[in-house]
């Protein structure tokens, strides 16, 4: 990306969180949409890698439904964008309201027992949303990580934004976010991360709808390290304002085994159960770039080569 286009990147972004936080929620949903149907109909490289993630997710789908599915899938994903930029200027009592969770005793009773709480995610609905409901109805800080984007000011942007909703966010560059983490989860507190994506190129295999995509180690380790409990929690929308979430059972730390195959296990299970709510809502899996080993890697790609198309980013 070029100084200019970074420069005109963090601008659009800044005019954003400005703008649609102003306007009424019906006027930001539709414009939402309006946006959405005109990516969509672009069939942009956006687009086109959501459709190809998604026929992963759904193999038997025919053309005309995986067309239906990425139209669906944008529209969930400029949600996810218009609630985030509205966020700062919703009330505690709209935040609160905005969320509901299903089996919300895993995470109650995790806190409640003092030794700390791991919530993995994947890029399902909108994770900034449940965080401040967190922070806001259950009255519960926590600690997040967030990928550097360039310009700085981008980043600094989102940090404060994440800070904003009460938020403790560390970079995801550099080996100390990984023990300030495991301090914050000796002390009873509660971490969350966005995990079904390795940034590092040094994660995971798992086995992810049939094929061989790469997680972050992160989530498995702390737990080891610190004994805290790993919860995996899924989101979706459905056609009300109220975004709906549920928390999974805990990953349990396997009782044999080196430290390295009880990180692939529990990271594995984490796989399977994000896999559960994807495959349950698809279409808010907001996945706009390469996952799978077979597209990372041209060795692994059908015929040899990897798909030339750029990926689209999600902060």
């Excluded at 959501?50 to 899938?73: F, M, T």
């Excluded at 995470?107 to 890029?123: E, M, Q, R, W, Y």
């Amino acid at each position: 990306m070029s100084p200019a286009t970074e420069k005109l990147t963090d601008a659009l972004y800044g005019a954003a969180w400005s703008t649609v936080k102003k306007l009424p929620e019906p006027t930001a949903v539709r414009l939402g949409r309006t946006i959405a149907d005109l990516a969509w109909k672009r069939r942009g490289k956006g687009v086109l890698r959501l459709e190809a993630n998604y026929a992963r997710v759904v193999p038997d789908a025919s053309p005309a439904r995986l067309a239906e599915l990425s139209k669906a899938g944008m529209r969930s994903y400029m949600r996810y964008w218009m609630e985030s930029f509205r966020l700062p200027a919703w009330s505690k009592d709209r935040i609160r309201n905005g969320f509901t969770a299903q089996d919300l005793h895993h995470l109650t009773d995790g806190l409640a027992s003092g030794k700390g709480v791991i919530l993995a995610l994947p890029h399902l609905g909108n994770w900034d949303l449940a965080g401040a409901w967190v922070t806001t109805k259950l009255e519960t800080p926590f600690t997040t990580v967030q990928e550097r984007q360039k310009p700085e000011s981008l980043y600094d942007r989102f940090v404060a934004y994440r800070s904003g909703l009460g938020m403790e966010v560390l970079p995801h560059t550099g080996g100390a976010a990984f023990g300030t983490l495991a301090r914050r989860l000796r002390a009873g507190g509660l971490v969350c991360l966005v995990a079904d994506r390795d940034l590092s190129a040094s994660g995971v295999e798992v086995k992810f709808f049939g094929e061989t995509a790469r997680m972050p180690a992160g989530p498995a380790a702390l737990a080891q390290q610190t004994g805290a409990l790993l919860l995996p929690v899924t989101l979706w929308y459905d056609e009300s304002p109220v975004m709906r979430g549920r928390v999974h059972a805990p990953v349990e730390v396997p009782e044999t085994g080196t430290r390295t195959e009880k990180t692939a296990a529990m990271t594995q299970a984490l796989a399977d159960a994000f896999a559960t709510g994807i495959a349950e809502h698809p279409q808010d899996w907001h996945m706009l770039q390469r996952l799978w080993l077979a597209d990372l890697d041209p060795a692994k790609a059908p015929g040899g080569r990897a798909d030339d198309r750029a990926d689209e980013g999600t902060p």
